[in-house]
């Protein structure tokens, strides 16, 4: 499965972002899809994560209400919606996936990754 991960972009506090995750090759729709982050000198942090059928989220705390993911019709797409955004949203943000039924919040569980988009937060 190759991951292509598009969206980020420069934009002020308050505002919002959308992100896309698109899949090629292998069964992706069967898998679960997740998107995390990382800021530079932290470690790679969960963000969300959905089911193969789109059924089953999981936020991290952080991100909570304020965060949506999603998988498109087609199946081989998903979208985090970010709204609210401040600067501590700022990160690269990478898509990720995994052949299991369970969404999982380690970043090493997961088999598949996007090359990351870039999503800056001015205050």
């Known amino acids: 499965v190759q991951l292509q991960a598009s969206g980020g972009g420069l934009v002020q506090a308050g505002d919002s972002l959308r992100l896309s995750c698109a899949a090629s090759?292998?069964?992706?729709?069967?898998?679960?899809a997740a998107w995390f982050r990382q800021a530079p000198g932290k470690e790679r942090e969960f963000v969300a994560g959905?089911?193969?059928?789109?059924?089953?989220?999981r936020y991290a705390d952080s991100v909570k209400d304020r965060f949506t993911i999603s998988r498109g019709n087609a199946e081989n797409t998903v979208y985090l919606q970010m709204n609210s955004l401040t600067s501590e949203d700022t990160a690269i943000y990478y898509c990720?996936?995994?052949?299991?039924?369970?969404?999982?919040?380690?970043?090493?569980?997961?088999?598949?990754w996007g090359q990351g988009t870039q999503v800056t937060v001015s205050s």
């Open positions: 990720a996936a995994r052949s299991s039924n369970l969404i999982l919040t380690l970043w090493r569980e997961y088999d598949y």
């Open positions: 959905v089911t193969w059928h789109g059924v089953i989220t």
């Open positions: 090759g292998g069964t992706f729709s069967t898998y679960i």
